[in-house]
């Protein structure tokens, strides 16, 4: 086993909470502050989930910045990192990912929650189904895009991860370690 770099003890970003734009804010002052100290920055993140749009805004950072800069931050995942968390988590590479050792983590399919009334003539309401039918189909394209990041390294397929994740996927701290998702267990 990996032992974890010392760093992670001292986490210069630390979130907590919903993800949101509230967290999104945080996350943005912090890190910048981080940027400007020596490497590496670690991220600690404890979250039940929240909004993944702004989840992948903050892993899309996480990403440009390394591939910006050459620089490696670490995410330290502690106690619980559902939904959009994993999504932020996919911003780092596996190499790079931690987990202490009483957490969990829990992916899901994107969620659609709408109500489409349908009263007028047929071709008054073919666009708007199909507007729907795009939102859909995007939804998926961007919901396999931060599976595959999430799964870049790992055992897992794809497949298997969006038959597991259509009915939330729990994994421990060793689970997630097992199927190479993460580097190491603190």
């Not at 804010?25 to 502050?33: I, T």
């Not at 991860?161 to 199927?179: D, F, G, P």
Request: overall charge negative.
């Amino acid at each position: 086993m990996t032992a974890p770099p010392e760093a992670l003890f001292t986490p210069r970003v630390r979130l907590n909470g919903e993800v949101n734009d509230g967290m999104f804010a945080a996350f943005q002052d912090q890190f910048l502050a981080a940027a400007d100290g020596p490497d590496p920055i670690v991220v600690e993140l404890t979250t039940l989930g929240g909004d993944a749009d702004v989840g992948r805004r903050m892993a899309a950072d996480i990403r440009l910045f390394r591939e910006r800069t050459g620089r490696n931050p670490l995410f330290f995942g502690k106690t619980t990192v559902f939904s959009a968390g994993a999504t932020i988590m996919a911003g780092f590479r596996r190499e790079d990912r931690w987990l202490d050792r009483h957490g969990v983590l829990m992916v899901h399919c994107r969620k659609l929650n709408k109500t489409l009334e349908l009263s007028n003539f047929l071709k008054a309401e073919r666009p708007r189904v199909e507007a729907l039918l795009s939102e859909i189909d995007i939804g998926i394209k961007v919901q396999t895009w931060g599976f595959e990041e999430l799964i870049a390294g790992s055992d897992i397929s794809l497949d298997e991860l969006e038959e597991k994740a259509a009915e939330n996927w729990y994994l421990t701290a060793e689970q997630a370690l097992q199927r190479g998702l993460i580097a190491g267990v603190v």
